[in-house]
């Protein structure tokens, strides 16, 4: 159980045009959704925690006009970054966080989706 | 805000033991996390701690001291597959991570 998926894997667009990241919980209701950011041999930075049929919470610095995240069902939520530039090229990862009937896993436990890699040229 | 240090790189023989400690100072804590992560994948649970104590799942172990804001992760019988960064991340209803151990198993 705890499967999350990010579709696509891999992207490479060009600068100026916007691109679609989904994430899905496959096997569980997602109550909250998270987008991380990670560069390369850096840590993952939370960008903005979504919960389902609310507004997007976003994390100082980032640019809520930039990154629209949408979480508009349980299992689904996207992340759309807009006006693509070379600087967004990143590696984004979404996890998800959901409710449990049995102890384990713990309930506070996020599940991370494979991410995707997003090239901007 | 957090405050989370681990080190940054580690290296052991296949077969031993690795300790890697997390300190942090936070102003709102509802556990520790440890994840294991993969070069160019992403982070999988392995351990979550929110009372003082060990918790033991196999190979791994984690422990806590709320008190001392310390954590640590034990990687016991190491193998190969075990090369990877490890993470410590506070809950504080979202994760802060800390910038993570990378962890080189020799042969």
């Known amino acids: 159980g705890a499967v999350v998926s990010q579709h696509p894997s891999w992207v490479i667009c060009k600068s100026g045009t916007s691109v679609k990241i989904e994430c899905r919980s496959l096997?569980?209701?997602?109550?909250?959704m998270f987008w991380y950011r990670q560069f390369p041999k850096q840590s993952l930075m939370l960008m903005a925690t979504?919960?389902?049929?609310?507004?997007?919470?976003?994390e100082q610095g980032v640019e809520k006009d930039k990154f629209l995240i949408n979480h508009a069902s349980l299992t689904l939520s996207t992340l759309t970054v807009t006006s693509a530039h070379p600087e967004d090229s990143s590696f984004y990862i979404c996890?998800?966080?959901?409710?449990?009937?049995?102890?384990?896993?713990?309930?506070?436990?996020?599940?991370f989706g494979p991410g995707t890699r997003l090239l901007v040229l | 805000g957090q405050n989370i240090d681990q080190p940054t790189e580690m290296t052991a023989t296949e077969g031993a033991i690795v300790q890697i400690n997390c300190t942090y100072q936070?102003?709102?804590?509802?556990?520790l996390f440890w994840y294991q992560q993969h070069a160019g994948e992403a982070p999988t649970f392995l351990s979550y701690?929110?009372?003082?104590g060990l918790e033991e799942k196999g190979r791994f172990s984690s422990f806590l001291s709320r008190s001392k804001g310390y954590s640590y992760l034990l990687l016991k019988e190491l193998q190969m597959k075990d090369s990877a960064s490890y993470l410590c991340?506070?809950?504080?209803?979202?994760?802060?991570f800390g910038a993570g151990t990378t962890v080189t198993v020799r042969a």
């Open positions: 996890s998800a966080r959901g409710l449990w009937t049995a102890r384990l896993p713990p309930q506070e436990t996020q599940y």
């Open positions: 096997d569980f209701q997602a109550t909250t």
């Open positions: 701690n929110v009372l003082d």
């Open positions: 979504s919960n389902e049929g609310s507004k997007a919470t976003y």
């Open positions: 936070t102003s709102g804590f509802n556990g």
């Open positions: 991340a506070i809950n504080d209803y979202k994760l802060s």
